[in-house]
């Protein structure tokens, strides 16, 4: 891959939008196989072959002495199952007209392997064959674009990364304004947490979700903000477009009625704690 050129996909929204137990590194691992299935067009074709140093960039691995052990781990990963929600793509896989998928566990490859050849590495392996039913009908369902290579290479958590592509799939088609509201259930199965005591109360949660926001808005081109609506139990993400720089804000708390107007014009004077 040349140097600095922008390595991008458009993922489908059942995967951005599903519940996955990757880590930070099979996340980007996954991602870079996608590219690859994409740009060669292998979506009904199991095997694929990639050599190694064509996702230390996406994986940024650059620096990291134990990149092979890293990748084997991350292709362990993504040997498990990805939950998918949506009843109308998952009515791909039913077997009759009056059959109805409400949740499915897909994995995302179905076996995987290093390679050498001479001196040069390779991830080989399988995409899973539902995945690939789920790839191959590109007329079904949106996309979120992602470029891979810039800004998701320097988000630091799993949770700000699958934030990231979550926010990224709401992007409509003004680039003025996002709002998306999102339950505790939710996102705790949007982060894998699995019903985890660490967060198991609504409050619990909330320095997860500011953490991962502030490693957005540090490190990315996107730029959002966090409100909590405590009677509702829901957490309201704004996403800014149009902005001079970037606020240093904090959580407000909504007990009154504010707008969205609002919400989205002053980040300094409504965004206190």
Do not use: C
């Amino acid at each position: 891959m040349a140097e600095h050129q922008e390595i991008s996909i458009h993922k489908r929204n059942e995967l951005v939008r599903g519940a996955n137990p990757y880590t930070l590194n099979a996340q980007r691992l996954g991602n870079a196989i996608y590219h690859h299935i994409q740009i060669n067009k292998h979506f009904e074709d199991a095997p694929f072959k990639i050599p190694v140093q064509d996702v230390i960039e996406i994986m940024n691995l650059g620096k990291s002495k134990r990149y092979i052990e890293l990748i084997k781990k991350s292709l362990i990963e993504l040997t498990k199952p990805i939950e998918i929600y949506n009843p109308k793509i998952l009515s791909l896989f039913t077997k009759n007209d009056k059959q109805t998928i409400l949740w499915k566990a897909i994995p995302f490859v179905s076996d995987a392997q290093l390679t050498k050849e001479g001196k040069r590495t390779y991830i080989e392996g399988s995409m899973s064959s539902s995945m690939r039913i789920l790839l191959a009908h590109s007329n079904e369902g949106n996309f979120t674009p992602l470029v891979l290579n810039t800004y998701l290479t320097k988000l630091q958590s799993k949770h700000s990364y699958v934030l990231y592509e979550y926010i990224e799939s709401y992007k409509n088609d003004n680039n003025r304004k996002s709002k998306i509201s999102l339950g505790f259930e939710r996102l705790d199965k949007m982060f894998n947490l699995k019903g985890s005591p660490k967060y198991k109360y609504f409050s619990k949660f909330l320095p997860l979700l500011e953490r991962s926001i502030e490693d957005i808005n540090k490190n990315t081109n996107m730029y959002v903000k966090l409100a909590v609506d405590k009677q509702r139990k829901q957490y309201i993400i704004y996403r800014i477009f149009q902005y001079t720089k970037k606020e240093v804000v904090k959580t407000v708390y909504i007990k009154d009625k504010i707008s969205d107007d609002e919400m989205y014009a002053h980040p300094n004077g409504l965004f206190s704690s």
